[in-house]
């Protein structure tokens, strides 16, 4: 591929410009490789093997005693030939040798795939074992902080001495709970037969109330009748 370069005044920079195109540098290189080119200049190897051959044929058909140029040509054919075949068979071996790296480089990718998956697998495998770490974990947290706490409560004689203490406390409430539920009922029973007996007194006032305003009521008439009656024994007197 040709290159030219150029100097840009004032900063000392080359730039690179390219006689063809990429497209062109492709068809080039692959032209130079079928015909083993590696220069632009000169003829191609295989023309020049093609030209050796035909003037060594022209040769040969010719009827004049040529015996020597013959065998000048053809000794010129045939190291044209091993000259050819010499890029040949490197290319050949070439071939080969990167057909062999390819198998390796297969196998060495399909390795890799391998271990990529198993790696992945891996991963996963240990992601897990992460996310059951950290629950077991919280576990063995939480079962310190509950011995801790069970650590600061007090013994249990202690404990069951308090226990023994509060419910016989409680049984002493619910003995005065008794024995204040009996008194309030009897207290109950005593003001409800309190109230019965000032209903009945009141009742009886009620009564010795109506008694004496009857009586009151009562007793005019039977002066009036009094007064009446001796007027009347008077006057049968004084008739006789």
Do not use: W
């Amino acid at each position: 591929m040709l290159v030219k370069g150029r100097k840009v005044a004032g900063k000392g920079e080359v730039a690179a410009h390219f006689a063809f195109g990429q497209h062109e540098d492709d068809i080039i290189i692959k032209h130079r490789l079928l015909t083993r080119t590696t220069t632009t200049r000169g003829e191609p190897p295989l023309k020049k093997l093609q030209k050796k051959f035909t003037t060594f044929a022209l040769e040969i058909e010719k009827d004049a005693d040529n015996y020597s140029d013959c065998e000048r040509l053809a000794k010129a054919f045939l190291q044209e030939l091993t000259t050819f075949e010499l890029p040949l068979l490197k290319s050949k071996a070439v071939i080969d040798a990167n057909l062999r790296e390819k198998e390796n480089f297969d196998e060495l990718q399909g390795e890799i795939t391998r271990q990529i998956v198993q790696a992945h697998d891996d991963i996963k495998d240990l992601k897990k074992q992460l996310e059951e770490s950290k629950i077991e974990r919280q576990h063995k947290e939480e079962c310190e902080a509950i011995r801790r706490l069970i650590a600061m409560q007090p013994p249990r004689s202690e404990t069951q001495k308090v226990i023994t203490e509060l419910e016989k406390e409680i049984a002493l409430l619910e003995a005065e709970n008794t024995a204040s539920s009996r008194t309030v009922e009897l207290r109950k029973k005593q003001f409800a037969l309190l109230l019965h007996v000032v209903d009945e007194l009141q009742n009886t006032i009620e009564e010795e109330q109506k008694s004496l305003i009857e009586e009151m009521r009562v007793a005019p008439d039977e002066h009036k009748n009094g007064v009446e009656y001796a007027a009347g024994c008077s006057e049968a007197m004084v008739v006789d």
